[in-house]
């Protein structure tokens, strides 16, 4: 009998074990995970005391409210006076009144307001003034004049732990300066695979570096934590963000599922959270992604038994942007099971109100236990209270004008150089020589929209003008101004071309900006289509001008054919608003000594193909040169090693005068279908007539001409594509084209399987100008078109007469509600 028990009980494990293998487990065991604690000092009897006092007296709705963040696009200071919720957000794509450019005395202004707001919700009960949280994640990058520094990844190379505390003390000081308390940073993320649109945001691909940042930047941030005492009005609360594993998903895929295995899970993507619970991180935001298959908002192990239980954090856990929606059985109003597994504040964007509600009755029906719920207000009372700002507004303390004081410039002009990383220097063409002629070229020279990246201004860093960098220095400034001083002189050319010869040219050129899933990319190849900057730099070499690249990057990327095509060759990453940083390690002084040298050393590995995760590196981790030792790089190979064009690319779908693989476009009418591979093709009856145009340059459009004689149509199909995440993110068809004849009959574009009456859009284009056209996904999901399954994202159709010439189609985020055409049925 007892034989027969184990072995049955030995048959019971081996099947577990089976199953575990197929399916991996997302279940943590915490003993296997490092131990923490926050600081005493967050938890002092005292501050407890005040806050069961406090429990004590609160209503559901008070404390359901508290466990509650709003977005200032989606909540007025008014509203916040019917509900108590507990937290408000600006995303980076919010600014005070719809402006993203409000000045630091705008953005006080909309902090105290919806903070006395807070203070009457509830009256007669209990005011509790609402934390406010941005994302500075690069400085107070949502701010116009705002010291911006290198993104995380430059600052991963320059390993100075010091630095970083001094740029967490700087952020403070200008986020502070605003009247806001909060920052989302720092991220903690250890990416592994560098197609990730966020690589950037993450310090380094290993976790030493990840670990010796976080405790450094939150002590920058916030100062070291003492019991009984507030946090100096200067600093600020920080992030420990995204947990966990962001950085390991499949694929790079942003938002996606980390398959790996617990020990790897504890070992690359852990360590750094940690170093910021024992230095003191007031909050720690859950991740968008899954660890096998199961979304960490959700996951019960990871957010309470390990986060909470065995790393002792005592803070916050804040959710990201509608994270709870993503879990099984949740919607982004509806979603006890986050709370249930360890959130404690919901990022709730615009989901706000239902989710009030929702979790209200879940509270008053049991499905969210009395103490889980108490537990969460706790926690965010805590961090009110180490912020001063229990049952008071915080003082504001310091002026807007400390934003972008010069003694930070000077901090992030450091941070510039220290984050260099050379590649090559062959010949010794760096450092640039007193009395030099140098010719500065490329679209990154005087570009600070592609110096500063993602997150700048606006949510992906895109539409910024020179205007929106009061405080900035171009790259090209800092050279022209090095360069004068030692006696020689740098003139602009960004095409590269010259009247006298220079004696050297700098070309600065690299990535657009981008943020999140919009950043993620099918292979590491830099400038898959088109090469326009490897075309300037032959260009120059041929010339017998000697080149040195400076490029632009939020990660690595395969650039052989341009590290050929260079003398010289200096990752920049996206080194913010200093620009002064990189000529003062680029050019001699009068008497050519080196002002500075190269100290920066890769904290990810340089591709030597387009294939990613890297496997054998060109230049490893810790690689850099500098001008003490030197080495020369032979000729590399130009074979990226991937098939790029059959790369996947579900939101750009028509660009440069052709269909993007592995998109194709089709003309049809009653005739049938045909493919528009030549230059010049008709449809089957002769209804439709494309041909390829030059709009800006060679053959960059197709000229779409409808004769009206029946109905006829031009398509991009390709394989279906699920594009929810665009469309939660209020994405748009976006079309760039040039109404040439304004219709005459009913016209129609299709999204998938759904057509809309774009008559009325067509015809209000500027006949001879070319606009571009949105229409709101959620237009066409309205109209019942499965988002999931997108083969056919464009389809343009009419019967009458039409001409049109289509310069690009493509999914873009817009920050406007366009309304929505009507349907077809
Ligand atoms: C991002 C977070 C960010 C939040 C608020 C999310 O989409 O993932 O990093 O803090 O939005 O803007
Ligand atoms: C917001 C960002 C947010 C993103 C979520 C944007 O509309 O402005 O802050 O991170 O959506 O993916």
Not at 568 to 577: H, K, Q
Not at 686 to 702: C, F, H
Request: with cysteine; aromatic share 6%; proline share 6%.
């Amino acid at each position: 009998m007892v034989r027969l028990v184990t072995l049955l009980a030995g048959l019971a494990t081996s099947a577990v074990a089976i199953a575990a293998a197929a399916q991996p487990s997302a279940v943590a065991n915490p003993a296997n995970w490092p131990r923490a604690s926050s600081p005493a000092a967050i938890t002092d009897a005292r501050t407890e005391a005040r806050i069961t006092a406090l429990l004590g007296r609160m209503t559901v709705e008070q404390k359901v409210g508290q466990t509650i963040q709003a977005d200032i696009t989606a909540i007025t200071p008014a509203e916040l006076e019917r509900y108590p919720l507990g937290s408000i957000l600006a995303g980076g794509n919010s600014g005070p009144n719809g402006n993203e450019r409000a000045s630091g005395t705008e953005w006080r202004t909309l902090v105290a307001q919806y903070r006395a707001a807070s203070m009457k919700a509830g009256e007669g009960r209990m005011p509790i003034p609402i934390l406010f949280g941005v994302d500075a994640v690069h400085g107070h990058s949502n701010l116009p004049g705002a010291t911006l520094f290198p993104h995380n990844i430059g600052l991963g190379a320059a390993n100075d732990p010091d630095l970083i505390r001094r740029i967490g003390a700087v952020t403070a000081i200008e986020v502070a300066a605003t009247g806001i308390e909060w920052t989302f940073a720092p991220t903690l993320a250890v990416p592994q695979d560098t197609r990730w649109g966020r690589s950037y945001e993450g310090y380094a691909e290993r976790p030493e570096l990840v670990k010796s940042y976080a405790g450094a930047m939150i002590l920058g941030l916030q100062g070291q934590l003492k019991a009984g005492q507030t946090i100096a009005a200067d600093r600020v609360a920080g992030t420990a963000k995204h947990f966990l594993a962001d950085g390991g998903t499949l694929g790079g895929k942003d938002q996606g599922d980390a398959v790996v295995g617990e020990p790897d899970l504890v070992r690359i993507h852990a360590p750094g959270y940690p170093a910021a619970i024992d230095a003191g991180s007031l909050t720690v935001m859950a991740s968008f992604s899954a660890w096998n298959g199961v979304k960490n908002h959700g996951n019960k192990s990871l957010l309470t038994d390990v986060l909470k239980d065995r790393m002792g954090f005592q803070g916050l856990v804040v959710g990201d942007w509608n994270g709870h929606g993503q879990i099984p059985g949740c919607t982004t109003t509806n979603c006890a099971a986050a709370l249930n597994a360890g959130l404690d504040l919901y990022m709730a964007p615009d989901s706000w109100k239902g989710l009030f509600e929702s979790l209200t009755a879940d509270v008053k029906a049991g499905r969210v236990p009395m103490a889980r719920l108490d537990d969460a207000v706790r926690r965010i009372l805590r961090v009110k209270a180490k912020l001063g700002m229990l049952e008071q507004p915080r003082a504001v303390p310091g002026s807007p004008a400390l934003v972008g004081a010069p003694e930070h410039l000077a901090v992030a002009r450091e941070a510039v150089a220290k984050s260099l990383v050379l590649l090559k220097n062959n010949g010794s063409v760096l450092p640039i020589k007193p009395g030099a002629r140098v010719l500065v070229a490329g679209d990154g020279a005087d570009n600070l929209t592609k110096q500063s990246g993602g997150w700048t201004i606006t949510w992906q860093g895109t539409e910024t003008t020179p205007a929106d960098f009061p405080n900035g220095r171009s790259i090209y400034a800092g050279i022209k101004d090095a360069v004068a001083a030692a006696g020689g002189n740098a003139t602009l050319s960004r095409d590269g071309s010259w009247s006298t010869k220079p004696d050297v040219a700098i070309v600065v050129y690299g990535e657009d900006p981008y943020a999140e899933f919009q950043g993620d990319v099918p292979t590491l190849d830099y400038q898959p289509a088109g090469a326009t900057d490897l075309a300037l730099l032959r260009k120059l070499k041929a010339a017998g001008i000697p080149v040195v690249s400076v490029f632009l990057s939020g990660r690595p990327l395969w650039t052989n054919p341009e590290i050929n095509a260079s003398d010289a060759f200096v990752a920049a990453w996206l080194p913010g608003s200093q620009g002064d940083g990189v000529a003062d390690v680029l050019v001699a002084d009068r008497g050519g000594k080196a002002r500075r040298d190269f100290t920066g050393k890769l904290s990810f590995s340089w591709p030597n193909t387009a294939a990613a995760p890297v496997k054998a590196p060109l230049f490893p981790y810790g690689y850099g040169l500098t001008y003490a030792a030197r080495a020369q790089v032979r000729p590399l190979s130009e074979v990226p090693g991937v098939d790029i064009a059959a790369a996947l690319n579900v939101e750009r779908y028509f660009a440069a005068g052709r269909a993007l693989a592995p998109w194709t476009m089709t003309v049809s009418d009653a005739g049938g279908a045909r493919p528009v591979e030549a230059s010049a093709v008709t449809s089957p009856s002769g209804v439709v007539a494309i041909r390829s145009v030059d709009l800006t340059a060679q053959e960059d459009a197709k000229q779409i001409v409808w004769n009206g004689q029946g109905n006829g149509s031009v398509s991009l199909s390709g394989p279906a594509a699920d594009l929810s995440r665009q469309l939660n993110n209020a994405f748009a068809l976006a079309i760039n084209w040039r109404v040439d004849r304004a219709p005459t009959g009913r016209t129609v574009l299709s999204f998938g399987d759904r057509g809309l009456d774009i008559t009325a859009l067509v015809r209000a284009a500027a006949p001879s100008k070319v606009v571009t056209t949105y229409v709101p996904l959620r237009c066409f999901a309205a109209a019942g078109a499965d988002i999931t399954k997108i083969g056919y994202p464009f389809t343009l159709a009419t019967e009458g007469a039409l001409g049109v010439t289509l310069s690009s189609v493509r999914l873009e985020a817009v920050t406007s509600g366009d309304s929505c055409p009507p349907v077809v049925r």
